[in-house]
């Protein structure tokens, strides 16, 4: 699905990312976990391709095929999705409108014929029912106003409704209650199949009791330092990073 | 010591010629044309050495000043129906009037009431806006328009539509007035729209008066929709009543040079009032909206929004001055001007300002000017969207929010139209 290959990355002179190598099979959920500052978001965003970003050296590879030239939108619609860790709130456009200018935008991308509003209508009610998103907050201007809970969920909708091959999930799990934490990780339970794979970036086990991971990351200082299974996240829940710190230096 | 005659340009000199030949045999009494065109003449055109027109060289831009129309002989074509009751105005002169009008309303030509006299002409001319050269020389040439009427207590509820339409392959000059007398407790929708020929210099020049009774509402929305070579001047004067609730909306596309010029006078107390604007302006377009809010009485309201995207080499100027006089206690006036800027060499000039000179008063004003929001437009283009299409659904959202401040119908429905079409062509380019 995806390979990442010697990413040197800076920003404003400063080395973030520094030679970090991590390939996602198909199908495949990979948890990365590491401490803050590590680059986790960094890469992240590299990957879906912002613009502040100086990649100095190496390739990300998606179904073989290079994406760092690629435009955001041209990422997306070959099947890049990143949920934000901070969703952004965007004032004056509202929740549908931009669902649809989205979904469409992918579509025509990929040469399909834009959506009828009934097919879209139903698409959207069904996918904000499971992850619990009620008819007020789609009628909303997009994420204004909404809680921290209810940025995440909507940051799920529009997982649920792209339909995307390679979903990056930036600490979707903060600023969730129990409860929301339980429906999201059902959304993108929901979602795993054999043609889609997940990279979650988080910093609790507690996430990936319910995602429950293939394999598991240790990001430090720009790099993974150590790949394993998910017996992995249980060691560094009890353990801490103090072992990895020092691996990347 | 030297006297220093300052040398008139072209264009003032055309126009002290023009006023000569037709101050006699325009309509009504000389008397007052001849001492608003000696008011203008002090000064002549003004240029950027005169504070107000700052940013608005208007004796640099007015090369000559064109001949006034004449009548024209056939109505032209371009007019928007907005399914309301219809006045046409053609180069500066009423083509024609509804059949018929909502109970309570009256109509009658400014040329009528100029030449036959009428009781509502001693509201015409706005002291605020006295020495004003846009002001000043509409009086001196005006050469038709409108006097309305709406009865107290009635409430009109279809909208008016007030549609000013220029035609004419050279350029030309237009000087239009309407006086708009809103009886007390009355109610009424007044639409404008304003059109003509692309890739001639016309210079339309027109004034509307807009006088509320006590507890009067009005809900005015206007669309400049001129041709892009036009230089265009407007002056709309508010007098508001006692409790007095008045929304002003001014949508901006055309013109090559326009200047839209608000007086807005709160005159009887806690009168209410929305003054808000937005434009799109691309090429080398330049659009100035310039205010002037007077808080004569306590307790008024009033809120000014403006919403300026400026592309290319264009340039949006927003002047807008609050004043609260020593009895105007409780007066509370916000003012907010932002400006989004789409091309390297597009400016915006925003010059708000506060005299107060009461001392219980909520006042504030703000201005911003950047370029879109690169987090956001990111954001948009990691779920799929092109840049362009990014792009346009966060300027629609930025002038949106005006467009929602325009109460009738198909108004905003003109105003999204003309939104839409132009991101569509900016998209194109
Ligand atoms: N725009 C920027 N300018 C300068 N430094 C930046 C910028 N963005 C990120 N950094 C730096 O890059 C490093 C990595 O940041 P990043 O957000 O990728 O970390 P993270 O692993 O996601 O951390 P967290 O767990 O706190 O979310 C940090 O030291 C951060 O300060
Ligand atoms: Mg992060």
Avoid at chain 2, 374 to 389: I, N, Q, S, T, W
């Amino acid at each position: 699905m995806i390979e990442i290959r010697n990413l040197v990355v800076e920003i404003e002179g400063q080395r973030i990312l520094d030679g970090l190598n991590l390939t996602v099979k198909d199908g495949e959920v990979a948890a990365i976990m590491g401490p803050n500052g590590s680059g986790k978001s960094t890469l992240s965003y590299v990957v879906a391709g912002r613009e502040d970003y100086e990649v100095l050296d190496g390739e990300v590879l998606l179904n073989g095929e290079n994406i760092l030239e690629m435009a955001p939108d041209e990422r997306a619609a070959a099947g890049v999705f990143l949920a934000f860790q901070y969703p952004l709130e965007i004032p004056g456009v509202g929740t549908m409108t931009f669902l649809k200018a989205a979904m469409n935008a992918q579509r025509r991308h990929r040469g399909e014929p834009e959506l009828a509003t009934a097919d879209f209508m139903k698409r959207v009610n069904n996918a904000a029912e499971g992850l619990g998103i009620s008819k007020d907050m789609l009628k909303r201007a997009l994420n204004v106003g909404f809680s921290g809970g209810e940025k995440k969920r909507m940051e799920i909708l529009q997982m649920a409704l792209l339909q995307p091959a390679f979903c990056i999930l930036d600490e979707t799990d903060s600023g969730l209650d129990i409860d929301a934490l339980k429906i999201v990780a059902d959304g993108v339970n929901a979602l795993r199949s054999p043609d889609r794979s997940f990279l979650v970036i988080t910093h609790y086990q507690r996430l990936l009791n319910h995602i429950v991971p293939d394999t598991v990351h240790v990001m430090a200082k720009g790099r993974i330092v150590k790949s394993g299974g998910k017996e992995l996240a249980l060691e560094l829940e009890a353990n801490g990073y103090a072992d990895y710190r020092n691996l990347a230096a | 010591m030297a006297i220093v005659t300052p040398m008139k340009t072209p264009a003032e000199t055309s126009l002290e010629g023009a006023f000569a030949r037709l101050r006699d045999t325009l309509p009504g009494a000389a008397a007052e044309r001849r001492a608003a065109f000696a008011r203008y003449a002090e000064r002549g055109l003004p240029h950027r050495r005169v504070e107000e027109w700052k940013y608005t060289d208007l004796r640099a831009a007015l090369r000559d000043a064109a001949p006034l129309a004449e009548r024209p002989a056939a109505v032209p074509a371009g007019a928007p129906d907005l399914g309301a009751p219809r006045f046409l105005i053609a180069n500066g002169h009423v083509l024609s009037a509804p059949a018929s009008l909502p109970a309570g309303v009256t109509a009658v030509s400014l040329r009528e009431a100029l030449t036959a006299g009428h009781p509502a002409l001693s509201a015409l001319g706005d002291p605020l806006a006295a020495g004003n050269a846009a002001v000043e020389l509409n009086t001196a040439f005006m050469t038709d328009g409108i006097i309305l009427t709406v009865e107290s207590g009635v409430t009109v509820t279809e909208p008016l539509h007030l549609a000013f339409v220029n035609e004419g392959s050279q350029p030309f000059a237009t000087a239009a007035r309407v006086l708009v007398m809103v009886g007390g407790g009355a109610s009424v929708t007044l639409l404008e729209t304003h059109q003509g020929p692309a890739g001639v210099a016309y210079q339309p020049n027109t004034m509307v008066e807009i006088v509320a009774g006590d507890g009067a509402r009005v809900d005015h929305a206007r669309l400049n929709g001129e041709g892009d070579a036009a230089i265009v001047l407007s002056s709309l004067s508010l007098r508001l009543g006692r409790e007095t609730e008045l929304t002003s909306v001014n949508g901006v596309f055309g013109a090559a040079l326009s200047r839209h010029q608000v007086f807005a006078t709160f005159a009887g107390e806690s009168a209410k009032a929305s003054i808000n604007g937005l434009a799109l302006l691309s090429r080398t377009q330049h659009a100035d909206s310039t205010l002037v809010v007077d808080h004569a009485e306590p307790g008024g309201e009033s809120r000014e929004l403006f919403r300026t995207v400026v592309d290319d080499e264009a340039a949006g100027v927003f002047q807008g001055k609050i004043i609260v006089r020593q009895k105007a206690q409780k007066t509370d006036g916000r003012m907010m001007s932002g400006a989004l800027l789409l091309g390297e060499a597009s400016a915006m000039y925003n010059k708000p300002e506060l005299e107060i000179f009461a001392d219980d008063v909520a006042c504030a004003h703000g201005a911003t000017c950047g370029a879109l929001d690169e987090d956001l437009l990111f954001y948009l283009m990691a779920r799929g969207l092109p840049k362009p299409e990014a792009e346009a659904l966060l300027l629609q959202a930025f002038v949106g929010e005006v467009v929602e401040t325009v109460s009738n119908e198909a108004m905003r429905e003109v105003l999204t139209g003309r939104i839409e079409s132009w991101l569509k062509a900016r998209a194109a380019r």
